[in-house]
Nanobody
Framework: VQLQACGGGLVQTGGSLRLSCAAVGRTSSTYNMAWFRQAPGKEREFVAAINWSGGSTYYADSVNGRFTISRDNAKNTVTLQMDGLKPEETAVYYC????????????????WGQGTLVTVSS
């Protein structure tokens, strides 16, 4: 499956963005999906994940309560709604898919999108 992420851009502190990830070539409903991010000079980190049915969601402590992950299996898309953005959340955001488990560990994810840049200005 190919993943195409979009929706990044420039936003002010406290603002909102909605990222989308579209699965191309195969239905995404059999995959557990996640978002990760990598800030300049830092390692990639877990942001949020959702299981194949959408019934279970998981968040990093730093985004819990501000970010919302959801999916529409009919449209093969996963969305990350980000509210209350902070400058330290400037990063390239990646969507990823796993056919095995839903996890905070990036090593479980086989398929990755190209990333979309989110810049939060102070």
């Amino acid at each position: 499956v190919q993943l195409q992420a979009c929706g990044g851009g420039l936003v002010q502190t406290g603002g909102s963005l909605r990222l989308s990830c579209a699965a191309v070539g195969r239905t995404s409903s059999t995959y557990n999906m996640a978002w990760f991010r990598q800030a300049p000079g830092k390692e990639r980190e877990f942001v949020a994940a959702i299981n194949w049915s959408g019934g279970s969601t998981y968040y990093a402590d730093s985004v819990n309560g501000r970010f919302t992950i959801s999916r529409d299996n009919a449209k093969n898309t996963v969305t990350l709604q980000m509210d209350g953005l902070k400058p330290e959340e400037t990063a390239v955001y990646y969507c990823a898919a796993s056919s095995r488990v839903v996890s905070r560990n990036e090593n479980w994810y086989t398929y990755w999108g190209q990333g979309t840049l989110v810049t939060v200005s102070s």
